[in-house]
């Protein structure tokens, strides 16, 4: 049998489901399913060899299978559109409904031949691997079966499932669709974005070629006016080397002339410098005996000078010692004059300072004098008031007196 990825949920899962209409539509997917894996393992519009299958398998099953070809093989003719098999006769073929019953009914009937006989499927196998088939079901075919066992898988949880799960999913899908939508408009803004820095970006690449355009026709511009100016420096370089060594020539043979010139002329002042030279050195001996006989009496002199200087140094240490002596006599005169001054200065001020204490104690003798005295005045005026109070106080009271005493009588 044909290897196939079943997607069906395992086994006892569908009695798990506790309502009886949605254990029978899994049942009945389950069969589909099973059929389908069946009529999988048949060759799709072809078979293996004829005669090996008739010695195998019997006339009868080969005929079924041949049969369930052709209905392929025509039903196929038939659902092409008419433009790609215009050309062709399908005056023999069925029409489209007649194909598909009889087609339904030959796909009944194999189905049910190889779920009662599984060797049939084993030797047709086996027939397609000996002509060089990998014994699997076509690409379509496969594709079909895992969309199928997909949709028998999401119908059994869709069953399974109660309405709060439900509900849970159905915000779960709602949130992941809100997070699509909102990562798709990123994804937009984001592409927008590109696009406009890929356009920016191709703006500065088409300035920057134009730029390096325009330098390299620069460029060319400069290279050409440097042949040129090269050229023009080469030619007059070549001038002025031709006017140079023109000038040169024209030179050398000039100071050749000057040169001989100067030769003749060398030798002439050799013999004329060399009676200069004999008078010469004849007045350079005369004058180095004048400048002995000069040093000589230099010498002389000097000696002369150095006893003069000797006399002088002796008078002077004596005189200098005699001047010693009289600031050392003058020195000490100077201190006992003025320790003298200064006893004076303090005697003097000794008797600045009696007088002032005299001054001060005949003004404050003359002071208090001055205050006893009009003290002593004080007390004789106050002493004459007393006495005239005194005197009026008296003859009032006598009076009195002799007044009483004549009431009395």
């Avoid at 779920?115 to 088939?133: K, S």
Wanted: charged share 40%; proline share 2%.
């Amino acid at each position: 049998i044909f290897p196939m990825a079943s997607t069906a949920p395992p086994a006892g899962q569908v009695h798990k489901l506790t309502n009886v209409e949605a254990q029978r539509i899994m049942a009945i997917l389950e069969e589909s399913y099973n059929k389908l894996e069946l009529i999988a393992q048949v060759p799709a519009l072809r078979l293996p060899n004829i005669d090996l299958l008739s010695d195998s398998l019997g006339e009868d099953v080969v005929h079924l299978l041949k049969e369930q070809v052709l209905l392929e093989q025509q039903y196929e003719q038939v659902s092409m559109p008419k433009a790609d098999h215009a050309v062709e006769d399908d005056g023999n073929l069925p029409d489209f409904e007649t194909l598909d019953d009889e087609l339904r009914h030959s796909t009944r009937v194999l189905c049910r031949m190889l779920r009662e006989a599984p060797q049939i499927a084993a030797r047709l196998r086996d027939a397609m691997l000996l002509e060089g088939f990998d014994g699997q079901a076509s690409e379509t075919m496969q594709r079909f079966l895992d969309a199928f066992g997909e949709l028998k898988s999401q119908t059994y949880q869709r069953l399974s499932t109660s309405v709060e799960e439900e509900r849970s999913k159905e915000d779960w899908f709602l949130d992941i669709s809100s997070r699509e939508e909102k990562a798709s408009q990123t994804l937009r803004q984001l592409q927008k974005e590109i696009r406009a820095e890929k356009q920016e970006r191709e703006r500065q690449v088409s300035a920057r070629n134009e730029k390096i355009t325009k330098l390299r026709t620069e460029l060319e511009q400069i290279r050409e006016a440097t042949v040129s100016e090269i050229k023009a420096i080469e030619a007059e370089a070549k001038a002025q080397e031709e006017a140079d060594m023109n000038a040169f020539t024209s030179k050398e043979e000039a100071l050749r002339q000057e040169f001989e010139k100067l030769k003749v002329d060398l030798a002439q002042k050799k013999a004329e410098n060399k009676d200069s030279e004999e008078f010469l050195r004849k007045k350079k001996v005369k004058n180095e005996s004048e400048v002995e006989n000069w040093i000589s009496k230099y010498d002389q002199d000097m000696d002369e000078k150095d006893r003069e200087i000797t006399s002088l140094r002796a008078i002077y240490d004596e005189e200098r010692k005699e001047m010693m002596r009289l600031e050392e006599y003058f020195s000490k005169l100077m201190i006992e004059r003025e320790a003298q001054l200064a006893a004076e200065r303090v005697k003097a001020e000794a008797l600045a300072r009696e007088r002032a204490q005299q001054v001060t104690l005949a003004r404050a003798a003359t002071m208090l004098q001055k205050m006893w005295r009009g003290r002593i005045a004080r007390r004789e005026l106050e002493r004459k008031k007393s006495g005239t109070k005194k005197g009026k106080g008296g003859k009032g009271k006598k009076g009195k007196k002799g007044g009483k005493g004549k009431k009395k009588k």
